[in-house]
């Protein structure tokens, strides 16, 4: 199979190394290999017998026409040249696209093979019960419970669920203070009882474990105290119920529940913060015959640090220790999207039961930092000046200025009582210029600027300030 690699001065040695063993011609068409054109790329067809191209994952122009005229594929290459060296040896084994970029698209492909072993694998997974079509033990993987705390003082709690499910949680737990009534836990899942996905009630108040399970099928937190008030209820509703120590050992209150009659019991050892005794809670989770359940927010939740990597080795720990059900919630401000975190996470788990490591699974919670660095050739220039201070004064387009913030997904920019809304900086930024309402080049690139810093908040979960630093 004879390829032809079009590329730019400036990537010519990445892309010569990266052919080296394959029966591949190397083009150099100009300085930057994106800017190649049909045209170009015509004559250099023309020149050779070729059974492939492969372009520059990063060039502007369309190729469908050209690849019309020679009935040659021409198909898209990785966005960076270093990355060429990585994609080469599976073309016998994969179609690259003619419209992604070959790096966009193989992580696609490999995410959506791994997305396709994780439901294989749940398919054929033995379990211990099934809570609403949902499996919780056995060789199932591991169950996201995401807890809504006060849900009796939510306002919107039916969209406060449905996000929760939509981010990939498998269970919704309602959390329920001392200051709810059982007509308030009625109310609550009043307003939610058609949604046929597994709910959880969180409290220790009897007269509201009552009041739940006519809905709930599962209740948080089962203990001593309450085992004899509303055990025998919990159990004549066929709820599910998740049993933790107090004064009395784990051991002794599963006996109590099971007494009462409860036959589907998920054993909580419970999970100490860090500095409060999580090491040794950790031994307390022992080889148990009952689903283990695994509070990974109790931890997350009270240290300061970036949620994203501590749900990833929360989440390995809780493997290692073959819990059943991992404890989320988004209580605080840095927490957000920590639901969504820990199901990628619990997924990374599921792929990696018969790997020695969570690494190269086709999916990953890498956000911030690269996985690889890439190494691309210098940028060349004979002369070089220094960049001058832009002064403090600015002068106004004589448009007007824009007001520029985020609303859910999207970025919003304002002018005289109009608005644009756009999921993309450069979609936003584009129709402004269609408008006309911008005149100067600096307030432009002032434009620009604080688009892309709206996104990164909305990427990354952080708040955006107009003029402030990201």
């Known amino acids: ?24 011609d190397v ?20 020149k050779g017998n070729y059974d492939m191209v492969i372009v520059s994952g990063m060039c502007t ?24 060296a990585l994609v080469l040896p599976l073309l016998g084994t994969i179609t690259l696209s003619r419209t992604v970029p070959a790096d966009e698209f ?34 199932s993987r591991m169950k996201v419970l995401a807890e809504i705390m006060d849900a009796h003082r939510r306002e919107d709690i039916r969209g406060d669920v449905e996000r929760f499910f939509a981010q990939g949680a498998d269970i919704v737990d309602l959390g329920f203070g001392f200051d709810a009534t059982p007509d308030d836990v009625k109310r609550v899942f009043g307003a939610i009882g058609d949604i046929d996905r597994p709910l959880a009630a969180d409290t220790q108040d009897p ?3 009552r009041a739940a399970i006519g809905r709930a099928d599962i209740i948080l937190s089962l203990q001593s105290q309450n085992i004899p008030l509303a055990g025998a209820e919990v159990a004549r509703a066929g709820a599910a119920a998740v049993v933790v120590p107090d004064d009395h050992t ?12 409860i036959t589907c019991i998920i054993a909580d050892p419970l999970l100490q913060p860090a500095g409060s005794g999580l090491t040794a809670s950790l031994k307390r989770f022992k080889k148990s015959p009952y689903p283990l359940f695994f509070g990974a927010g109790n931890v997350v939740e009270l240290l300061d640090a970036d949620s994203i990597g501590m749900n990833a080795v929360l989440a390995g720990i809780a493997m290692e220790l073959n819990a059943s059900v991992i404890f989320s919630s988004e209580h605080s401000d840095k927490t957000q999207g920590s ?22 699974l086709g999916i990953d919670l890498l956000t911030i930092k690269e996985k690889r660095r890439r190494r691309e050739p210098p940028v060349e220039y004979a002369t070089v000046a220094r960049a001058k201070p832009m002064p403090d004064e600015i002068e106004y387009d004589p448009k007007g200025n824009f007001r520029i913030g985020i609303e859910g997904d999207t ?24 408008n006309g309402d911008v005149t100067l080049l600096d307030h432009a690139a002032y434009l620009g600027r604080e688009l892309y810093k709206a996104e990164l908040a909305i990427r990354y979960g952080r708040s955006f300030e107009q003029d402030g630093e990201f």
């Open 1 to 24: 199979m004879r390829i032809l690699l079009p590329t730019g001065s400036a990537t010519e040695a990445v892309v010569r190394s990266a052919a080296k063993g394959f029966d591949a």
């Open 27 to 46: 083009a150099v068409t100009g300085e930057i290999a994106s800017f190649l054109t049909p045209h170009q790329l015509h004559m250099l067809i023309n």
């Open 61 to 84: 122009a369309l190729f469908a026409q050209v690849e019309r005229e020679t009935g040659i594929p021409i198909y898209r290459g990785p966005r960076h040249a270093a990355d060429l």
């Open 106 to 139: 193989l992580a696609a492909k490999r995410a959506e093979e791994a997305y396709g072993k994780i439901e294989q694998l749940e398919r054929e997974a033995a379990f211990d019960y099934l809570i609403r079509g949902i499996k919780i033990g056995g060789a």
């Open 207 to 209: 007269a509201l474990i």
């Open 250 to 261: 784990l051991d002794h209150n599963i006996a109590l529940a099971r007494k009462a009659g």
């Open 339 to 360: 639901v969504r975190e820990m199901r990628r996470a619990t997924d990374m788990m599921a792929l990696a039961c018969h790997r020695p490591y969570p690494k190269d």
């Open 411 to 434: 970025v919003v920019a304002a002018i005289n009582g109009r608005a644009i809304r756009g999921i993309r900086w450069q979609d936003v930024f584009y129709t402004i210029l269609k």
